[in-house]
């Protein structure tokens, strides 16, 4: 997305008239751009908590399905 930005922003300076029209929305672009890029970094915060909020959860209900494998059982372990 910041890419995006940048690449956008370099367009609309190649195409504008206006010097004036044109350092304004560069303005706009970098403070928008340095917004999304926090508000994406915090909504990734937030999932990677839900997901370990809910993986802990699921650990504690199905506990059973986290345990380690027997040795020796199902051909795991050969022994000669």
Same mark, same amino acid.
């Given at each position: 997305? +910041? &890419?995006?930005?940048? #690449?956008?922003?370099? +367009? $609309? =300076?190649?195409?504008?008239?206006?010097?004036?029209?044109? &350092? +304004? !929305? $560069?303005?706009?672009?970098?403070?928008?751009? #340095?917004? $999304? $890029? +926090?508000?994406?970094? !915090? &909504?990734?915060?937030?999932?990677? =908590?839900?997901?370990?909020?809910?993986?802990?959860? #699921?650990?504690?209900?199905?506990?059973?399905? !986290?345990? %380690? %494998? %027997?040795?020796?059982?199902?051909?795991?372990?050969?022994?000669?």
């Amino acid at each position: 997305m +910041l &890419i995006f930005y940048i #690449l956008f922003l370099l +367009l $609309s =300076n190649a195409v504008t008239l206006r010097r004036d029209k044109s &350092i +304004l !929305f $560069s303005r706009v672009v970098i403070i928008v751009s #340095l917004y $999304s $890029s +926090l508000i994406v970094a !915090f &909504i990734r915060k937030l999932i990677t =908590n839900y997901f370990f909020y809910l993986y802990d959860k #699921l650990k504690k209900i199905f506990w059973f399905f !986290f345990l %380690p %494998p %027997p040795l020796g059982e199902g051909g795991r372990q050969i022994t000669e």
